[in-house]
């Protein structure tokens, strides 16, 4: 059984950093590329990063780019999210997922994990 | 911002059918597989939808899926009451290099 179990959240200063790990087990991680999504309290769902398989390919949504680091240890089975210069509009639920197809132009989040809360608030 | 944009909701009798839509450009639906996802209260996103039109095993025929130029429809027939749920597209956008998600659709059974 796919599992992706999310840690890291909490609260966190304006400005503040945090470091949202997602360890995963049930499949062959190292072979998957793995993503970031996140939802604000009563919002929609926000694309936040994807990752390789081999960590050879990066992508940012737009708002992340130049504070967000996502990177993955395949001998971990882990995918992490370094968030730097947190703002207030980064407070969500951030989920883990595992993209279920290898081309980015049919990308599915076929599992997701629970998802850890991040609050920025002074 | 969601570039793709859907209903905020809908809302039918149990048995009854719905659609939601789904509406983008060239640079995401126009020219990229669309998926749609399912959220029901308090829980984590799932899958119902992949590649335009497939349904992942476990997901019933009553769900299903469509793409025409730059828009993707989600069906539901025979609506249930465990179907209540907020409803996501999402596609991969090339111009933005980046996988955008749709504002969401709230289904109600009445």
């Known amino acids: 059984e796919v599992q992706l179990v999310e840690s890291g959240g909490g609260l966190v200063k304006p400005g503040g950093s945090l470091r949202l790990s997602c360890a995963a087990s049930?499949?062959?991680?190292?072979?998957?590329?793995m993503n970031w999504v996140r939802q604000a309290p009563g919002k929609g769902l926000e694309w936040v990063s994807s990752?390789?398989?081999?960590?050879?390919?990066?992508y940012y949504g737009d708002s992340m780019k130049g504070r967000f680091t996502v990177s993955r240890d395949n001998d971990e089975n882990s995918l992490y999210l370094q968030m730097d210069s947190l703002r207030a509009e980064d407070t969500a639920i951030y989920y883990c997922?595992?993209?279920?197809?290898?081309?980015?132009?049919?990308?599915?989040?076929?599992?997701w994990g629970q998802g850890t809360l991040v609050t920025v608030s002074s | 911002q969601s570039v793709l944009t859907q209903p905020p909701s809908v809302s039918a009798a149990p048995g009854q059918n719905v659609t939601i839509s789904c509406s983008g450009s060239?640079?995401?639906?126009?020219?990229?597989?669309v998926s749609w996802y399912q959220q029901l209260p308090g829980t984590a996103p799932h899958f119902v939808i992949f590649?335009?039109?497939k349904r992942p095993s476990g997901i019933p025929d009553r769900f299903s899926g469509s793409k025409s130029g730059t828009s993707a429809t989600l069906g539901i027939t025979g609506l249930q009451t465990g179907d209540e749920a907020d409803y996501y597209c999402?596609?991969?956008?090339?111009?933005?290099?980046?996988?955008?998600f749709g504002t969401g659709t709230k289904v109600t059974v009445l």
């Open positions: 997922a595992r993209q279920g197809t290898t081309f980015n132009t049919a990308m599915v989040f076929d599992n």
């Open positions: 049930g499949f062959n991680f190292r072979i998957y590329s």
């Open positions: 990752i390789s398989n081999s960590g050879s390919y990066i």
């Open positions: 060239s640079s995401n639906i126009g020219n990229n597989y």
């Open positions: 590649d335009n039109y």
């Open positions: 999402g596609a991969w956008d090339s111009s933005l290099s980046g996988y955008v």
